[in-house]
């Protein structure tokens, strides 16, 4: 069982940065890939960024792609997403979400465990 808290949202102005932060108790956090996703009012909720177990592997949505760095500190059992530019279109509430494979990363199937969400509003 992981149990997962994510924190850092906020309300920020266009071309802002923040940095979200998700923490994980319970066992193996290290053996999981982490998933960072977003839903938006009104839609589906969509991937953002993966990230492997050992941090060797990284996948990103493209609309988010050399603007969003996904990164992991395993010592700490925490999983970071470093958000630059942003555009009033990221405004979401944003999950992470624990997977214990990295097979089918950019689908919500495939993760077994999720956070309550951090809700991220870019003002234009």
């Known amino acids: 069982q992981v149990q997962l808290v994510e924190s850092g949202g906020g309300l920020v102005q266009a071309g802002d940065s923040l940095r979200l932060s998700c923490a994980a108790s319970?066992?193996?956090?290290?053996?999981?890939?982490m998933g960072w996703f977003r839903q938006a009012p009104g839609k589906e909720r969509e991937f953002v960024a993966a990230?492997?177990?050992?941090?060797?592997?990284?996948d990103y949505a493209d609309s988010v792609k050399g603007r969003f760095t996904i990164s992991r500190d395993n010592a700490k059992n925490t999983v970071y997403l470093q958000m630059n530019s942003l555009k009033p279109e990221d405004t979401a509430v944003y999950y992470c979400?624990?997977?214990?494979?990295?097979?089918?990363?950019?689908?919500?199937?495939?993760?077994?465990?999720w956070g309550q969400g951090t809700q991220v509003t870019v003002s234009s």
């Open positions: 979400a624990a997977d214990q494979s990295y097979a089918g990363v950019r689908s919500t199937r495939e993760y077994d465990y």
């Open positions: 319970g066992r193996a956090f290290t053996t999981y890939t």
């Open positions: 990230i492997m177990w050992s941090g060797a592997r990284t």
